[in-house]
Each structure stands twice: as structure tokens, then as C-alpha cells.
């Protein structure tokens, strides 16, 4: 695509703190969750995505290695119960630790409820990867949530991004399917929302558009996230310095493995 009459171009690396951070501050700033933070309730599941959204919602800091359940390091896991922070619920701006029966007992429309994903399809489908028999936190929330127009919010990294549809994998993953896995069985559940990606954030947050160009890399560039930038000089200078600065300044999460 050539470039339009006075717009400019940047190539900016994300590492994984800073791409989850500037996803973060992008999800902060949706109006459905402004109005939410101010007049509903704000569900944040866990996850380490998620544990940057809520230190920007409240401005406090998260134990991020604690704020999850699943995750993935050199096998699918399981963060022991015990181990786990507790999830965090916002009620008008104030954190509250409310169970899940209280949660669905009050979850409205114009209520939001975010959650992140394992899988990010060409179709923008999410896919989450489910180990509980019960089905997880996907399993308690999301028919729910639909059915009363609450909005789902859904962070997620394009580095997550894969090549073959949700609808698809999630009809050949499960538990009983599996003969073998690295670590947990488990299954994949599709999840439609409102995804927010570090595109979407860029664009939220600077009004210009990004596109996801690269994946990955060595040392502390593994995991990272290279974004081709798009539009007026003045904009394009402005988040390319300040995603520049948040690469170089965000710390990355230190996993003690269980």
C-alpha cells in the first residue's frame, strides 16, 4: 500500500512487558470501560495480561506471576490454587473480592467482564485453553455475560496470533481426545468480544493505525512484537518515542517455575 500524502512510517519492537502494558493502557481507555469503572462492575479474570489492566483500571501494583490460573512455559500448567492471587472484581472504581455466585447474581448490561485468551485467529477469534472440568472461568461467566449484555473485553498479544481457524481446534482439543500432552490436557473454547490487541491500542491511544509485522526474536527480544506505525508525522512521532521509552523502561515478568 503506498503511503497517503503527508503520512509517515515507523518500525517499533515491543517486548512482552511492554506490549502488555500499552494492550493495558489501550483497554483502560475503551469508553465501555470508563463508563464501567465509573458506574457498573468490572470483572478482571485472571491472567497476566489481565494483572497489567488492573494495575492501570486501579493504579496500585499486581503480583503478575500470581494473577493467573493456566499458563504456558515449558508445559501446559496449572498455577496451584493456594499460589494464586485472588481475582478482582471492580465495583464503581473499587476493588472488591466477590465470588463468582455474587458476581452472576449482579452482572448487567453495561457491565464488563475481561478476560484473556491463548489463541488469536485470522477470523479474530480467541481462543482460551481449558483445563477445569468445570470449564474454567469461561465456563462460569460467558453464556452469562452474553445473555445480559455485559461487554467481554478481551486483551491478548499478537504474538499469540495462529494460522488455523478456533472453530476449528476447538472441535479436535479436549481432555478425552488427547493421549498425550505436555503437561495438562485440556481443551480450547472459542471466545468472542471486544479484542484488544497492541493494534487496536495504538490506534486507541495515538489515533493512528499499526500493523503486526514481525514475531519474536532472541534474548530479550523472544516474545516480542514488531509494529509498523501509519499517519501524521506529529502522531507517528509521538507513539514511536513513547513506546520506544515503555520497551526500554518495562520490566519483564520473572517466572520462578513450580
Not at 133 to 152: H, M, N, P
Request: aromatic content about 6%; hydrophobic content about 45%.
Amino acid at each position: 500500500m503506498w503511503l497517503a500524502s503527508g503520512e509517515s512510517q515507523a518500525l517499533v519492537v515491543l517486548t512482552p512487558g511492554a506490549a502488555k502494558r500499552l494492550i493495558a493502557r489501550g483497554v483502560a481507555c475503551l469508553p465501555n470501560v470508563k463508563r464501567a469503572k465509573e458506574h457498573g462492575l468490572i470483572v478482571v479474570g485472571l491472567g497476566t495480561t489481565n494483572a497489567y489492566v488492573l494495575e492501570e483500571l486501579t493504579g496500585k501494583e499486581v503480583e503478575k506471576e500470581r494473577y493467573c490460573a493456566g499458563y504456558i512455559s515449558k508445559e501446559l500448567r496449572v498455577l496451584p490454587p493456594e499460589k494464586r492471587e485472588t481475582m478482582i472484581v471492580l465495583e464503581r472504581g473499587e476493588p472488591k473480592n466477590l465470588a463468582w455466585s455474587e458476581i452472576l447474581a449482579r452482572l448487567s448490561a453495561g457491565d464488563v467482564v475481561i478476560k484473556g485468551g491463548n489463541a488469536l485467529d485470522p477470523e479474530g477469534t480467541v481462543g482460551v485453553l481449558v483445563a477445569g472440568e468445570d470449564g474454567g472461568t469461561v465456563g462460569k461467566f460467558y453464556a452469562a455475560a452474553l445473555a445480559r449484555g455485559a461487554d467481554i473485553v478481551i486483551p491478548i498479544s499478537r504474538i499469540k496470533s495462529i494460522h488455523t481457524p478456533v472453530s476449528e481446534l476447538c472441535q479436535r482439543l479436549g481432555k478425552g481426545k488427547l493421549l498425550w500432552a505436555s503437561g495438562f490436557k485440556v481443551g480450547l473454547f472459542p471466545l468472542l468480544g471486544h479484542v484488544v490487541t497492541e493494534t487496536e491500542a495504538v490506534e486507541i491511544l495515538y489515533g493512528i493505525s499499526a500493523e503486526h509485522v514481525a514475531s519474536s526474536g532472541v534474548g530479550l527480544g523472544a516474545g516480542a512484537v514488531t509494529l509498523l506505525l501509519s499517519g501524521s508525522r506529529e502522531k507517528v512521532e509521538t507513539a514511536f518515542r513513547e513506546i520506544s521509552e515503555l520497551a526500554r523502561a518495562e520490566p519483564e515478568l520473572h517466572w520462578e517455575e513450580e
